[in-house]
């Protein structure tokens, strides 16, 4: 029994073998067919398979440009640029005429932000195409990159002229805008890029930056919120929510915004410098200037225009000065080193810290020299401490500075009447002329 089994199985091994034996060894995949493969893993996203189609490909054919570039697009979606670029090295050395090649090339190049290597490329594969769209698109990039925004607008235009339906180059070209202060006309960009692509983030932000520059405060909070709505975690766009909200004194919404934006980028130092302002204005002076000193040692905060609604701190200097109220100014403040330190001054000496606070404005005044608001605000404090020489001098300073200076004028009018100065009556009369109403009822009082 056992040994029939035994010569039965060993009867339907051989059979399976011959029946295999049979089948036809399948035929390599020719050229075309790898390449054809190559193509489809690439539109479905997947680079690695679509890269080793594309080798296998030139193991056929190592003197293919087209897939010497096929590979070097793969390589360039893999993130590897340099890889990248020895691809389309090769292609453009087997085909010199290769557009694309040099357009794939001169995108690799700005990646590695040789934007100057970039140009020279996009420039050849232009010369060899005109009616690329997308070679102009990537070549205002990186004129925008090397700051030739009058040659990215150019660009642009190109590209838009080619494709009207392009949403990200109507982006690209309001950012531009923007860089050349047309904030209007870049308004229309981004919402043309919203009407084509209305899940993008970046255009929404970008139009609410617009709104922000036109004082319409009102439409940049409501498009930075659709854009928060789309990414939720975008810190730049909590942070101008946020100021945004400072601007109409929304002063605690704007601190959970820079909350929120802190959490999400904690080395963002323009976070912590709104959020130590909305702070001292909510009253946490302590607090607030623990967010100025975290801004201050973080040390890098870009070098944006923005705008905040800030005091004109003015102390009580004698019975003179009593009853003064304190006076609201829009300033525009550009977001450097010197406006935290000009800020933690005034919240410093808002708790009596007088000494540091004036060291802060030694700072801010170091760092911008032009710096009106601080020599202003460092003189009123000197004279709070007697220091009435001195405090004289910086509201001449400031003065200098902004020939307008109202206020500067009323402080160094009312010092030089106190010291004994006539001339301090004729200071009173320059704010009051500037539109000073406080230095009239001065004026009535101790100069007649």
């Known amino acids: 029994m056992k040994k029939r089994f035994f010569q039965s199985l060993v009867c339907f091994l051989v ?47 190592p003197d293919n440009a087209v897939a010497y570039y096929s590979r070097g697009v793969t390589k360039s979606n893999l993130k ?15 085909n010199p005429r290769y557009s694309d090649a040099y357009i794939g090339r001169g995108t690799s190049k700005a990646r590695q932000d040789d934007h100057k290597g ?10 060899l195409n005109p009616a690329d769209a997308n070679a102009y698109f990537s070549r205002g990039y990186s004129k925008a990159k090397l700051e030739n925004y009058r040659g990215a607008l150019s660009d642009y235009n190109k590209s838009i002229d080619l494709t009207p339906d ?9 950012s531009v805008k923007q860089k050349l202060d047309d904030y209007k006309s870049s308004l229309d960009d981004f919402s043309k890029a919203i009407e084509l692509s209305p899940k993008r983030a970046a255009s929404y932000a970008g139009r609410a930056y617009s709104k922000l520059k036109l004082n319409d405060i009102k439409g940049s909070i409501t498009d930075y919120s659709k854009a928060l709505e789309i990414n939720p975690d975008d810190a730049e766009s909590l942070y101008f929510r946020g100021l945004c909200k400072s601007l109409i004194e929304d002063f605690a919404g704007a601190q959970i915004d820079f909350d929120r934006a802190i959490a999400q980028d904690p080395e963002n130092a323009a976070a912590y410098y709104g959020r130590g302002f909305t702070k001292n204005r909510l009253g946490g002076t302590k607090d607030a200037i623990e967010d100025f000193n975290k801004a201050v040692s973080i040390g890098n905060i870009e070098n944006k225009k923005v705008v905040f609604m800030g005091p004109i701190t003015k102390q009580v200097l004698d019975e003179l000065r009593n009853g003064v109220s304190e006076k609201l100014k829009m300033v525009e403040m550009s977001a450097e080193r010197s406006e935290v330190y000009f800020n933690r001054g005034l919240a410093k000496a808002k708790i009596g810290d007088t000494k540091s ?26 004279s709070q401490l007697g220091d009435q020489r001195s405090a004289i001098q910086d509201c001449t300073n400031a003065i200098k500075l902004n020939q307008t200076y109202a206020e500067a004028y009323y402080i160094r009018g009312i010092i030089r009447h106190a010291l004994g100065d006539s001339d301090g009556c004729n200071d009173l009369s320059k704010a009051g002329e500037l539109g000073y109403t406080p230095a009239y009822s001065v004026i009535r009082d101790y100069c007649n």
Not at 118 to 127: C, F, H, T, V
Not at 357 to 381: C, H, Q, S, W
């Open 15 to 61: 059979c399976c073998s011959a029946v295999y034996a049979q089948q036809p060894t399948p035929a390599p995949l020719t050229f075309q067919e790898l390449m054809d493969l190559g193509v489809v893993q690439s539109r479905q996203g997947n680079y690695p398979a679509a890269q080793g189609y594309f080798t296998q490909a030139l193991q056929i054919q």
């Open 166 to 174: 392009n949403a990200l180059a109507y982006a690209a070209r309001g």
């Open 357 to 382: 606070a004036i060291e802060d404005y030694n700072k801010a005044i170091a760092l911008n020299p032009t710096f009106a608001e601080a020599y202003f605000t460092r003189g009123m404090v000197k």
């Open 118 to 127: 970039a140009l020279q490329d996009y420039n050849r594969g232009i010369d």
């Open 80 to 94: 590897d640029n340099r890889g990248a670029i020895n691809d389309f090295d090769r292609a453009i050395e087997l």
